[in-house]
């Protein structure tokens, strides 16, 4: 029989649809994608494509090199097509009192993680994808720092259907001057967890995670990496710190290394067993502004992309998932 689970820390629910679950070795891979040698050669990202790009905002690169020329290893760059701008003041104005509107002031970056076209998180080295989570937590502390921007969202779209335009290795930093209404959900059933149990959601969710093992993928130090109970989608794995913060901001240098492995590891895995899917990853912050909350923590959430909504999940908002949370950390743990 089909199965209705509750996540705890959002009250969404998902459907767990028995009747029709699946393997996780039975979904068809997907089609390789292909680029001719024209399409690599006129790459942006690309090291050599410099002048091809918007002046870079940070970098690490060879010591003598100049800006924007080859020597670089990660590069980041203002968005050539930003959902967001930085001019402007982020003045909100009502219309017919009734709209409201604001101009699209807020910034959008593209962090460039490895010079060479065909990598991905998954197969570079492992000291290469530490220095991209260091830059990830150079630039969120950075943006933070301006006080239009109340959030700062680092993700990454891998493959055709994760959203991705450009092949080439890279991640996206967008900085909002509007704090969305799906992140005030979550804060405040949060709060209302907190306010009820006197914990934070997040925190019971390690601890019962480490206690049940059955959905746990992968524990380092620092960091717990499990399938969710109420798993909206195959695959989907949350890493999230063991000690309690509610930003990203607060991360060290040394758990952003360990936190790049964490993820690596996760991420090496899912391409090797379920040959390279498209998926997207994101990291859930607390507001820039504010201090340490006590009932939030921050996470990252990768999210295959194997399944595609359809109607139902669309218009009721709960997803329908055809893997057993326990069935897919198990595979993913003997991968």
């Known amino acids: 029989m089909p199965e209705l689970r509750q996540n705890p820390a959002t009250k969404e629910w998902v ?24 399409q690599i050669e006129k790459c942006p990202f690309c090291e050599g494509h410099e002048g091809e790009t ?22 980041v760059i ?3 097509f930003a959902a967001l701008v930085r001019d402007g003041l982020p003045k ?15 910034d959008h970056e593209v962090l460039i993680e490895h010079p060479k076209h065909d990598f991905t998180i998954a197969t570079m080295e492992q000291k290469q994808v530490e220095e991209v989570f260091l830059v990830y937590r ?52 949060a709060m209302r967890f907190f306010d009820d149990n006197g914990e934070c959601v997040y925190c019971m969710m390690i601890q019962k995670e480490l206690a049940a093992k059955e959905r746990m993928v992968l524990e380092t130090d ?20 063991k000690k309690h913060s509610s930003s ?31 998926y997207n990853y ?20 990768i999210l295959p992309r194997i399944t595609a909504l359809a109607g139902f999940e669309l218009g009721s908002g709960i997803y329908i998932n055809t893997v057993i949370p326990e069935k897919a950390a198990e595979f993913l743990r003997n991968a």
């Open 92 to 106: 909100r104005e009502k219309i017919d009192h009734f709209f409201r509107r604001m101009d699209g002031v807020g």
């Open 15 to 38: 459907i767990i649809a028995t009747e029709r679950a699946r393997r996780p070795e039975d979904f068809p891979q997907k089609p390789p994608e292909t680029e001719t040698p024209g």
């Open 78 to 80: 203002p968005n050539k």
């Open 282 to 301: 994101v990291i859930h912050s607390s507001p820039c502004h504010e201090k340490e909350l006590e009932y939030y923590h921050w996470h990252i959430q």
């Open 54 to 75: 918007p002046p870079e905002i940070f970098a690490y690169r060879a010591y003598g090199t100049a800006p924007n020329s080859p020597g670089w290893w990660i590069r």
């Open 138 to 189: 150079e630039r969120y502390l950075a943006l933070c720092k301006d006080p239009k921007f109340e959030l700062v969202m680092i993700f990454k779209n891998h493959g055709q259907a994760a959203g991705t335009s450009v092949r080439h290795p890279h991640s996206q930093i967008i900085a909002s001057p509007v704090t969305p209404q799906h992140l005030r959900h979550k804060l405040e059933e």
């Open 248 to 278: 990203f901001q607060f991360i060290t240098a040394d758990e952003t290394k360990e936190l790049a492995y964490i993820a690596k590891t996760i991420l090496s895995t899912l391409y090797k067993s379920l040959k390279d899917p498209d």
């Open 222 to 241: 620092n960091f717990v990496a499990f399938e969710p109970f109420a798993s909206r989608s195959p695959f989907e794995t949350l890493i999230i710190p």
